[in-house]
Structures are given as structure tokens and as C-alpha cells.
């Protein structure tokens, strides 16, 4: 997701993701994430068969068991922080995971029509174009835009699925919903913009993800804006949405969540049986998944025990507790 702001001499940051790849590397990388239909266990296997590099380079050279895929992202190795869309965080391979769990232990995924707001590089909705009917992968920004649709491009003969059903467009969330639309000219830079029609088929959506969007207390309150609109037209829809990475703050010369405290403040938290924990939430109400109930598919990346998934729906009768 495009932070927003910022100058020509604009700091760069690196995601932990990419810390193995090569320094001071400009322009844009291709990693390769490995994953099959068996999770990992313990050990970094798949229930004990075989390991990530000899599984990894099987799979690059075309050698690899049926049950062996490869998700390849173009990415930035580094970025400023307007761009931060260019990386690959740790927040949409864990959502990945969760995607690719649902999808190979149930069908809950499989014909649904989705939308990935502050898509990035793209990654979760490539996971779920795999079973999708159709899914709109949304960021701002044409660099980004157009490293997803290279990233669709990339991943659809590997993946096995029809470009066609992976729409990458652009929504704004200071525009909210619904985005503006007109005519696409595959020429000219408005080529993300929506069509009438295409914003109606996004209304039928069902399903929403956002992996690790939230910056601010402002790009917060935008990023709800949007999803409340989205939430309370069409199908009825749910929201997973993961967040809470950590950062140094000169600010404050410790290491904190920026936003989540104001993330969090935009819906209710309900425990495993519908009853409130905190009292929050304008019509937003959400239950928090264990990160430890997911298992991971995904093998080049550490989770770590920071990042918390939230499945959020919107319910315009909640009252503010």
C-alpha cells in the first residue's frame, strides 16, 4: 500500500522478508516462495518429506511432485515508505498461508468473488486466484499497479489459473467507495480505472483481505471509511485483516505497533462465543484468529509471534459499548 508523502531523498526501508537478498540491489527482484497441498511440521518439512532447498530447486528446474507450487513475486528489495506496496511483508505470507489453508482443507474459497485492499506486490490475492471466481486486487499507485499485474502475469501458468479472473485496479481509499470510473484504454495510464460494471461484480464480493495496510491514525480512519461503504452495499461480506507489525519509533525511542491501538479501536472483539471482550466499534465487530491455528504452507519466511489476524464483519446495528 502506497503510505503516501515524502521527497525526492526519501529514506529507504527493507522488509525482514528480504534481508537474504542482495544489498544495495536496485531495481526490482524475483523471489521465489515454495508451498504444497501438506503443511510444515516441526521440523520444516512437509509432514517429514523432503526439505525446503532440494524441494525449492526441484521446483525451479520443472522437476518437482505434483503437489509442489511456486508462488514468484517481483518485488523491491527496497523502498520508501510511499512505496512500501514494492515489498513483500510478512503479513500477507502469513494471510497467504491462511488463504492457502482454507482452500486446500475446505471449500469456503473456492468460487468466491473477493477483493484485496493495499494488495502490494499482490501475493494473498494470487494465493486465492488459485480457487476464486474472481478477485480485485486494489492498491494506489501506477508503479504498484503495475508490478501486480507483472506479478498475475508471472504466477497464472505456474498456479494453473486464468489471468482473466485477477483484476487489478486501483482504489484510492481517500476517495472511498464506490471509486470512479470510465473507459479502459490499455494504453494509457487510467487502465486501472474501473468500469460500471466491474464495481457492481466488486459489490457481489463476498470476501475482503487487507494484509499489514495500516501506517497512521489518518490511513486508519480512510482505510475504514472505505470498508464500511464496501461492507454495506452488495453481498453480505467478511474482512480478515492482519496487522500489528512493529517498529522503532524515534518518537517515542522504543519499539511499538504504530496505529494498531486506533486499528483496533474501530470494532468490538468478540470471544469464540459472540460475547464482547472490549467495548469498541462503530458497527464493526471481529473475532481474532490464533495465528498457531494456521498451518504454514509457505516455507521462506519466520512468522514470528507479533502479527495478529482479525475476521471482522460489519454489522450497521452495533452500538457503540
Known amino acids: ?45 512437509n509432514d517429514g518429506v523432503g526439505g525446503g532447498g ?6 525451479t528446474s520443472g522437476s518437482f511432485r505434483s503437489d509442489c507450487h511456486l508462488l514468484t513475486i517481483q518485488h523491491g528489495v527496497t523502498s520508501s515508505l510511499k512505496s512500501v506496496g ?3 511483508w510478512k503479513a500477507a ?38 480457487v476464486a471466481r474472481r478477485i480485485f486486487v486494489t492498491d494506489r499507485g501506477t508503479d504498484i499497479l503495475d508490478n501486480c499485474v507483472a506479478n498475475v502475469h508471472i ?7 486464468d489471468e482473466a479472473k485477477v483484476c487489478v485496479r486501483e482504489l484510492d481509499w481517500k476517495t472511498s467507495w464506490p471509486p470512479p470510473v470510465g473507459t479502459h484504454v490499455p494504453s494509457n495510464p ?51 485483516s492482519l496487522e500489528k507489525r ?3 519509533s524515534l518518537d517515542e525511542l522504543d519499539v511499538v505497533a504504530n496505529g494498531y491501538a486506533h486499528f483496533r479501536s474501530f470494532f468490538t472483539a468478540q470471544d469464540g462465543h459472540g460475547d464482547p471482550i472490549d467495548g469498541y466499534g462503530p458497527g464493526f465487530v471481529g473475532k481474532q ?29 452495533q452500538k457503540q459499548q
Open 1 to 45: 500500500m502506497e503510505a503516501g508523502g515524502g521527497g525526492a531523498e526519501e529514506e529507504q526501508v527493507m522488509s525482514e522478508v528480504h534481508l537474504g537478498c542482495p544489498p544495495h540491489f536496485s531495481g526490482l527482484h524475483i523471489s521465489h516462495f515454495s508451498f504444497s497441498s501438506r503443511p510444515l511440521g516441526p521440523s520444516g518439512d
Open 54 to 59: 532440494s524441494e525449492l530447486a526441484a521446483a
Open 86 to 88: 514494492l515489498q513483500v
Open 93 to 130: 505470507l502469513l494471510l497467504g498461508d491462511f488463504v492457502l489453508h482454507k482452500s486446500f482443507s475446505s471449500s469456503n474459497f473456492d468460487g468466491v468473488t473477493a477483493i484485496e485492499t493495499g494488495a502490494g506486490t499482490g501475493l494473498v490475492g494470487l494465493a486465492l486466484a488459485r
Open 155 to 161: 504466477n497464472s501458468g505456474m498456479l494453473k489459473f
Open 190 to 240: 487510467s487502465r486501472y480505472i474501473w468500469s460500471t460494471s466491474e464495481v457492481e461484480e466488486a459489490e457481489k464480493a463476498t470476501v475482503l483481505f487487507a494484509a499489514d495496510v495500516i501506517y497512521s491514525d489518518d490511513l486508519t480512519d480512510l482505510f475504514f471509511g472505505t470498508v464500511k461503504k464496501l461492507m454495506s452495499c452488495g453481498a453480505k461480506k467478511v474482512l480478515y
Open 246 to 248: 512493529y517498529n522503532f
Open 289 to 317: 484468529i490464533d495465528p498457531a491455528e494456521i498451518p504454514q504452507y509457505i516455507r521462506e519466511y519466520e512468522r514470528g509471534k507479533d502479527l495478529e489476524l482479525w475476521k471482522i464483519m460489519y454489522s450497521p446495528d
